[in-house]
């Protein structure tokens, strides 16, 4: 019998250091709202994301890539000087087909980075949108997984918790898994799986992005499969995995 | 109407920097053992418990210290030139009664260092062996708590974890609470409250202690309320308040 790969979590971007990340695939999983924004884009036709950490950085890769367009928000408004938000709804299909979005987050990219420069196999992105095209590609795959939630400034968040329980909970007869978080994650998901809508508002994250009216949205980041691609961080940027 | 104090859950001591831990009450948790043996010993009589990072001031101490008696474990072992280990059952009444116990840890005693360092306002222990003493202490000084964990190593571990819910299911009106790692942990020990026992098996720590034949101690460490007494740190010893 073949030995199982491992797959661990790390539940905030200060813990990533304790997990093995040699050889390992890591899932960068920001559910509000970086990773959702970008399997939206993605699988709605756009060539390319590139995700960077400064606002500079977003302003002139978007002036130097032809077809681009720049993207971030602070505190639930467009970035001064970029033009578009870190919504998934101004991404539809008739906008972003062919583009190259920019786009610049705080959690997501910063743990994204994090993770490529520790040498990992390979890093890919993550969300309900997402849920399926992730699991299968891990599971075809057979090497180590990190499922990495980004978190809130390092803090633990619930919503990047409960989807790396929602990916555990479809793989992990594929898997070695012996870590604490892990199993936390899967038994909250399993505990909130059939009301996730409502469990979800009870969250710190959404109670900071609703105030700011994006109570749709965040509906959308945490509805399964609705953006069925997968997005792999090659050359800087993330790109469908064909 | 008065303004209730916060109450904030750090899942890691690489996660405390994150909490605002000025003018708080800092709960160390420990669960699997250094905060469990700690209660015991000083519930059957110990007259402090001095928690020491290093094996050479624990022998320092102990030699200083009329009638103390030094220890610590490593791999389940009594350190060479400590006298006892880490497990609680080696400190009944007719033996620490009116001793001293100078105690090596890991976990436990790094994170009480680091909380008390970070000028806190107060430093207590806990574990299930005197949940309600701690529960009687936070509700009666209406002051900001941060419940922290001591993992294992800097991980996540969920006997912490389960202990800080089981805290904050029995006092949570009388708090303001605004972390997903305090619903976590509350919804994690009320699933697993009327089972902890059997739950515990399936976590890592329970597996490593286990494989040293510590199965008894370890149900012992989850039991509630059989070491209630309220250990405080001042000068930089373990006393019970009074």
């Given at each position: ?33 970086a ?17 960077v950490?400064a606002v500079?950085?977003c302003k ?10 720049t993207a971030g928000e602070r505190?639930?408004?467009v970035i001064e000087g970029l033009q578009y938000g870190n ?15 920019v786009l610049t987050t705080t959690?997501?990219t ?133």
């Amino acid at each position: 019998m073949n030995k199982k790969p491992t797959l661990f979590t790390s539940l905030s971007p200060a813990l990533l250091h304790l997990t093995n990340l040699k050889d390992a695939i890591v899932v960068i999983i920001d559910v509000f709202r970086a990773t959702s924004t970008i399997a939206t884009a993605l699988y709605n036709g756009a060539t390319k994301v590139v995700p960077v950490a400064a606002v500079d950085e977003c302003k002139r890769l978007g002036s130097q890539i032809p077809n681009a367009v720049t993207a971030g928000e602070r505190e639930g408004k467009v970035i001064e000087g970029l033009q578009y938000g870190n919504s998934p709804a101004e991404y539809p299909r008739e906008f972003i087909e062919g583009k190259t979005l920019v786009l610049t987050t705080t959690n997501g990219t910063k743990l994204l980075h994090m993770a490529f420069a520790m040498g990992c196999a390979e890093v890919v992105t993550g969300s309900f949108p997402n849920l399926n095209a992730v699991c299968e590609y891990l599971v075809s795959q057979n090497k180590n997984v990190v499922l990495g939630c980004s978190g809130w400034k390092d803090l633990f968040n619930l919503e990047d918790t409960l989807f790396a329980g929602a990916v555990i909970d479809r793989i992990h007869e594929q898997f070695a898994i012996h870590d604490d978080a892990s199993l936390m994650a899967q038994q909250i998901y399993r505990l909130h799986q059939n009301n996730l809508f409502k469990f979800i508002q009870n969250t710190t994250h959404w109670h900071r992005l609703a105030a700011y009216g994006l109570q749709k949205d965040l509906h959308y980041c945490i509805t399964p499969n609705v953006a069925n691609v997968l997005p792999v961080f090659r050359n800087n940027e993330l790109v469908v995995y064909q």
